[in-house]
């Protein structure tokens, strides 16, 4: 059985702030994301239309979470927290995530596979 692996990417601008060791103030990141997906290849030879994919993250992520302060949709508002909301988010409603990688800045970034 042949499987494959699917990356989907979304970005968008929310500000976060830190208490405790990171102490940050408020301040905005744009933020860019892949959702990645794993699995076989259906009868017709993909694994998932990517249109129906990209509809879901422009709307649930990307529009849902542009200009937020995430502090109020996350409990501690890390990048961190941030990669598993999605992943979780995601994961009710598509088949087959693998992970979900958060960037804050283009060099650093998160990734998270689910729970092991």
Known sequence: MTKVYQTQ?????????????????A??????????????LNQEGFLLDFRPVA??????????????DLGVILKNPTTEALAIWIYNR???????????KVAEEP???ITYQGEE
């Open 90 to 100: 995601v994961s009710q409603h598509l088949p087959h995530v693998f992970s979900v």
């Open 9 to 25: 990417t979304g970005a968008f601008t929310a500000s976060h702030s830190h208490e405790g060791t990171l102490n940050e103030a």
């Open 107 to 109: 060099n650093r970034w």
């Open 27 to 40: 301040h905005p990141h744009h933020f860019t994301y892949e959702v990645t997906f794993h699995g076989p």
């Open 55 to 68: 509809q879901f993250l422009e709307t649930e992520i990307d529009q849902r979470l542009q200009g937020s």
